[in-house]
């Protein structure tokens, strides 16, 4: 599916945009090539094939390259009185912030 120059120029017309007739003309040109790759990866048989939930699923086990969830350090009073020493504010060990919500 080729764009015609009353397409392109609708198109520019919608996303508000100025193009010169040069600058319309490379839009057409780029634009094609876009519709060209999308008619491409439509016409590729997918029948039988698993989505992915991570691109590089498909090349390595995803599993083993992500770390398991776990408490590295442990919480004492004076981590968390050296923690809140820069703060602005603070109360019972927490941080104080201006209210935004009324």
Known sequence: MALTDQEVARI??????????????QAQTDLNK??????????????GIEPLAHPLASVT??????????VTEVSSTERREALMANAPGASKGLFLVPKVIE
Do not use: F, K, W
């Open 34 to 47: 876009i519709l060209g790759i999308i008619e491409t990866l439509q016409s590729v048989d997918t029948t």
């Open 61 to 70: 086990d995803i599993h083993l390259r992500l770390r398991e969830d776990v």
């Open 12 to 25: 520019a017309r919608l996303a508000r945009l100025h193009l010169t007739p040069e600058q319309q003309d």
